[in-house]
């Protein structure tokens, strides 16, 4: 009987702390639940108790997916909503200036169109210009042409050139023609 002096525990084994039922939850059910949770448990290979207690840990699970993805959808909305106020800075910013550049535009053109008008006023002196050197000339295509030239070459100069040239004629001061 030497085994005899060795005890054995007596009872089941131990069950580790997270797996011992402590509390004993009993609740009601309608129609026919009791059934349907029945057949689930012999499906799954579980206790009425077992599948009523997966059931409702599973339901908690959901729950907190549900949370999680409902943060993430709120950060995400928040995200959005950040790109679109930054998109709409930017268009504003792109707006403003085009709108500058379109005044700058229209300064630039409104110059433009007094150059022009400039232009024009002096390519029509010149013109009449030749056209008086024509009618005077007559037919001499060489004399009209060499005139012209002189004409031209005066218009470009200056007020103050010209009364320096007329003030101070020298001998070998010649016209220089545009050619």
């Not at 004993?24 to 499906?43: C, P, Y």
């Not at 409902?70 to 998109?87: N, V």
């Amino acid at each position: 009987m030497a085994q005899s002096d060795e005890k054995r525990p007596r009872g089941r084994p131990p069950v580790a702390p997270s797996e011992k039922k402590v509390r004993n939850v009993t609740f009601r059910s309608r129609g026919d639940m009791h059934e349907r949770l029945s057949q689930a448990a012999a499906k799954d290979g579980r206790s009425l108790s077992e599948e009523i207690e997966a059931r409702l840990a599973q339901s908690f699970e959901v729950e907190q997916r549900i949370t999680a993805f409902q943060e993430t959808w709120d950060k995400r909305i928040e995200d959005w909503r950040r790109i679109a106020e930054q998109l709409r800075g930017d268009v504003e910013q792109q707006r403003q200036e085009i709108k500058n550049i379109r005044e700058q535009a229209k300064l630039d053109m409104a110059q433009q169109a007094a150059e022009l008008k400039k232009m024009e006023s002096e390519v029509e002196k010149y013109a009449t210009t030749a056209t008086m050197i024509d009618i005077l000339l007559g037919e001499d295509k060489l004399k009209s042409d060499l005139l012209r030239q002189a004409v031209l070459s005066l218009a470009k100069l200056s007020r103050d050139e010209l009364r320096n040239m007329m003030r101070n004629p020298k001998a070998g001061d010649t016209l220089r023609f545009a050619g």
